[in-house]
């Protein structure tokens, strides 16, 4: 089936509708329009939206949305780009590295890029994307209720009745899946096995969440003991009065990264290097990591342990993440949720 | 109404251009999107979709429970409306406000209120386990049976309301007169209201159905992927396989089941009258 021709076409239809409703654009001499999620968006204007505008004398405007809706934007308007610069999940870069929409980030001009973990410098290759935070994902469980050291346990029978797994769709799913395979002796990043597993326990899954704040009202409820979970969600956990623990799985944490992209051609690279730049820097990335919005991509961020404690933070924890490469995640998604869909959604 | 035609025209273009330019015409590309494939206008995504065992059965589910909650909902709300248009003008006020609050509050509270309700913690587990009915707690959520809970809910008051209205205008002395004729409770019904309140029940069962299949929210709160369903499969083609073409397959489907519940409910109506 052709699509970009009707992504192009059902864009054009959904900004007939937006037109009426489009505020009127404010014209300064300079402009930066950056695309984002729409996650924790009055704190970025604090932290980081607001004190670039005074820096760089200059105008954000900020559009938020879906990855869907916002890649899709991003390729409808190739040719005459209207977004500078975008953050985006590892995979989401490169799908969009790959229809051309990308261009590489010039590095030499981010005077903080040295400061970056390794694992953040260039996880796409050809400095096509920056890696600005992190997060890594394990099981949260009930402590009082059951004991979590392997990725096994989850499919074990004292949590049959008692567990939840994120859908395949969410950015948690395949990861946990390929955790879940490791702990089944799985080689490579062959999701099957933990397919056909999770598909075999259906009946003892309670749910296959999509949203994280779903999950912390089931584990109150006590629908729910354990589940696969980004350390960004620990905070609506470790403080709901049940006795709740992290696990530490032997065969380690996933987790996954977003990244900085530069869209091809949008002829206003100076400044999106500029505002990388700024939000990449110590002090922005220790004010995010102290709000609880984002894990530090900075190696030198400090932050105190009880801040440490809600976020993926140190050298070593983002060392031991074993995360899906992007180009697995991409070329394979499709064929992964068809195969959820026909097995475990029966 | 108007002295001429022009006047009723002019004043109705507005309202036109804007639907035409503002929903017919994006509705239209998004459809048209379902008939194409690489090779240029066809009906293979139809077929492709249809071909997949999982397709049928979610579709069969969705439409299984918008027919249910449908069905149930004008059990429901013809005993509701019966008793609301036999109370007296002043308590019939406030009875059918009460009917009408739901409707003021956002599907996600009423929902989550759900989530709540039918937990193994929650009131009916707490009733059924302290009452000594059971052992252990029920499984409700993320079943078929707590969507259509959910949907029953969310969607009886639009039934109410259209069958309140058609039995306002019911002449007051119908049922009365039937009675005095020797007609049972169940004649009263088939012969007298049911006539008298058929374009009532066609709005109603077309609101209740059209809602209950496109609804995203409750299915997904409360069936979750377990009890997946067309508009959920529809959101799910969108973010996570980029298939825009497929999605447009989905709301086709949609938009046709919701057309032919509109029909067929009108036929209904019809053949009634015309025996």
């Known amino acids: 089936m052709t699509r970009r021709p009707a992504k192009t076409r059902l864009l054009a239809a959904a900004s007939l509708s937006a037109l009426a409703l489009a505020p009127a654009a ?48 991003i390729e409808a308007n190739k040719d005459d780009p209207v977004i500078d610069m975008a953050v985006l999940s590892t995979h989401d870069a490169m799908g969009a590295a790959r229809k051309d929409l990308l261009q590489p980030v010039d590095v030499s001009k981010l005077s903080n890029y040295d400061k970056l973990y390794d694992i953040a410098k260039d996880p796409l290759g050809d400095h096509l994307g920056i890696g600005y935070t992190f997060y890594a994902t394990s099981i949260v469980y009930r402590s009082d209720k059951v004991t979590v050291e392997s990725w096994a346990d989850l499919m074990s029978p004292e949590l049959a009745g ?64 354990a589940a696969p979970v980004g350390r960004f969600a620990w905070g609506r956990f470790k403080d709901n009065g ?53 894990s530090p991509a900075n190696a030198e961020v400090e932050v105190s342990d009880e801040v440490a404690e809600n976020l993926t933070y140190g050298a070593e924890t983002v060392a031991s993440l074993k995360l899906l490469p992007p180009d697995v995640i991409l070329d394979s998604r499709e064929s992964w949720l068809e195969e959820w869909n026909a097995k475990v959604l029966k | 109404m108007f002295e001429d035609k022009r006047t009723g025209l002019a004043l109705a273009l507005p309202a036109a251009v804007f639907a035409a330019a503002l929903f017919l015409l994006p509705v239209g590309i998004l459809l048209s999107e379902g ?87 929650g009131f009916v587990n707490q009733v059924l386990v ?33 069958l309140v209205s058609a039995m306002e205008n019911m002449p007051r002395d119908a049922v009365p007169a039937a009675r005095v004729l020797g007609a049972n409770w169940f004649q009263v019904f088939a012969r007298v209201i049911l006539p008298l309140t058929r374009e009532g029940l066609v709005i109603g069962g077309t609101l209740v159905f059209t809602g209950s299949m496109t609804a995203y929210i409750t299915p997904a709160i409360l069936g979750g992927a377990k009890v997946l369903m067309l508009e959920t499969l529809l959101y799910q083609r969108v973010t996570v396989a980029n298939d825009f073409a497929s999605a447009s397959v989905i709301a086709m489907i949609l938009m046709v089941m919701a057309f032919s519940a509109n029909l067929l409910l009108k036929r209904l109506a019809t053949a009634r009258r015309a025996r």
């Open chain 1, 26 to 73: 404010h014209a300064a001499d300079k402009t930066l329009t950056i695309s984002v999620y729409s996650f924790a968006q009055d704190e970025f204007k604090e932290i980081v939206y607001d004190p670039f505008e005074e820096i760089c004398d200059c105008d954000i405007v900020v559009e938020t949305g879906n990855s869907v809706e916002r890649l899709a934007k």
């Open chain 1, 162 to 225: 008692n567990v939840a797994f994120p859908d395949v769709t969410t950015n948690q799913g395949p990861p946990a899946l390929y955790m879940l395979g490791q702990a089944m002796g799985s080689e490579g990043y062959d999701l099957s096995p933990a397919i056909e597993e999770v598909a075999a326990h259906a009946d003892d899954i309670v749910t296959y969440y999509v949203r994280s704040s779903q999950l912390a009202q089931l584990m109150q409820q006590e629908e729910i003991w």
């Open chain 2, 130 to 162: 302290g009452s000594g009915l059971l052992d252990t707690p029920l499984r409700l959520l993320f079943t078929e049976t707590a969507v259509f809970i959910g949907l029953l809910q969310l969607f009886l008051p639009l039934m109410i309301i259209s």
């Open chain 2, 35 to 121: 008939f194409r494939n690489a090779d240029g206008w066809s009906l293979a995504p139809y077929v492709e979709f249809f071909a997949s065992g999982r397709n049928r059965v979610v579709f069969l589910r969705t439409l299984k429970l918008a027919a249910l909650v449908a069905g149930v909902s004008a059990v429901i709300g013809y005993a509701t409306a019966f008793a609301i248009v036999s109370l007296p003008p002043a308590s019939r006020g406030r009875v059918f406000a009460l009917v009408t609050l739901p409707l003021m509050i956002s599907p996600v509270a009423r929902t989550y209120a759900w989530l709540v309700i039918l937990g193994r913690t």
């Open chain 1, 242 to 294: 049940l006795p709740m623990e992290w696990a530490r799985p032997k065969e380690g944490q996933t987790g996954g990264m977003n990244v900085m992209v530069m869209t091809a051609n949008n002829g206003n690279e100076d400044l999106a290097l500029q505002f990388m730049d700024f939000w990449l820097s110590t002090d922005i990335q220790t004010a995010l990591a102290e709000a609880l919005v984002d």
